[in-house]
């Protein structure tokens, strides 16, 4: 009977059956409402009792963390995510590891995988080390609303005399039009005035649009940027695998590994961060602001706050310029 079995082989490892439509390389899923002919699970169930006659379960690429962003320090190739599964007393254990394929690469690589637990323990100690204290981040938090707050007062300002210039080049550019029409000046003064005159409302409105810009939330930023700094190793620590690539993500840029050791470009306000994790750590409770100057007991810490804070605005302020 082995047509049958062929036949009935082919049957078991159809994953229409639950659902899932492969037509031309591309995947869909069937209309929700068709009854499926069993569920997904006891589809990988089945494909589990035919061993290697079975289908092998596809990689929930979506699931797994540090995809698509750290590569080899060595070939300089992605790193990619796998897992091998242990049998231990309490069940299956799955560990995770990245490994370099060194695909595409025709130089010769030495690099050996790094488990996720070693990455994630590396990745937690440098959150530690831009961590700071609720003390600090209060203050800051305080420190920029303030600056914010002067801020927007002098952009206002800014945008109405902007405003008050575009309307009397308008004006201008109205007049001399009016002019060449009664013959006052000639066409082609009129041509050559005119495109100066609109040169300049360009420039007006660029100006305009650049301020408009600059007003958009930086402090929105900088208190997030804060916020990150204060609570990412918890999240860390408690968020899953996409959580925690997430979070690494979010410190910088050009990930990659090098005999077992985690590289980045930290961004540069957790730099400032780290590198005065001394004082940014340091706990001063009652710190108050009084028009951005301190009037704490503790006066040399908060100054230190203060050129620190100053430090990351400028900073952030600089990236949205
Ligand atoms: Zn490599």
Not at 112 to 129: A, M, N, T, Y
Not at 309 to 316: E, G, H, W, Y
Request: overall charge neutral; charged content about 25%.
């Amino acid at each position: 009977m082995p047509v049958l079995k062929n036949v009935l082989l082919t049957l078991l490892r159809d994953e229409f059956y639950f659902g899932k439509l492969c037509w031309n390389g591309e995947v869909d899923v069937l209309d929700p409402s068709v009854d499926r002919l069993l569920s997904e699970s006891e589809f990988w169930q089945i494909q589990k009792i035919l061993g290697e006659r079975g289908l092998s379960k596809p990689y929930r690429h979506e699931e797994v963390g540090y995809r698509m962003l750290i590569r080899c320090g060595e070939c300089g190739n992605l790193l990619t995510p796998y897992f091998k599964e242990k049998e231990t007393k309490s069940g299956t254990t799955r560990y995770y590891y990245l490994r370099c394929t060194h695909d595409g690469s025709h130089k010769e690589c030495s690099q050996v995988q790094i488990g996720f637990k070693e990455l994630d323990s590396q990745i937690l100690d440098l959150l530690s080390s831009i961590s700071i204290s609720s003390a600090f981040f209060d203050w800051a938090v305080k420190w920029l609303k303030e600056c914010n707050y002067k801020r927007s007062e002098n952009q206002t300002n800014e945008i109405d005399r902007i405003n008050a210039q575009l309307k009397d080049t308008q004006k201008k550019i109205d007049n001399l039009i009016e002019m060449g029409m009664l013959g006052v000046v000639t066409p082609q003064e009129v041509k050559v005035r005119k495109e100066s005159l609109q040169n300049e409302r360009y420039q007006l409105e660029r100006d305009l649009k650049g301020l408009n810009v600059q007003t958009f939330d930086w402090l929105e930023t900088a208190i997030k940027t804060f916020n990150f700094a204060k609570n990412a190793r918890y999240y860390f620590e408690h968020g899953s695998m996409l959580d925690k690539s997430q979070i690494l993500k979010a410190l910088g840029a050009n990930f990659y590994v090098i005999d077992k050791k985690l590289c980045l470009d930290l961004l540069k306000p957790y730099f400032i961060l780290k590198e005065n994790a001394d004082i940014v750590c340091l706990e001063n409770d009652g710190c108050e602001l009084s028009s951005l100057v301190s009037v704490s007991a503790n006066v040399d810490a908060v100054k230190s706050w203060w050129a620190i804070c100053q430090d990351v605005r400028t900073i952030l302020v600089a990236s949205y310029a």
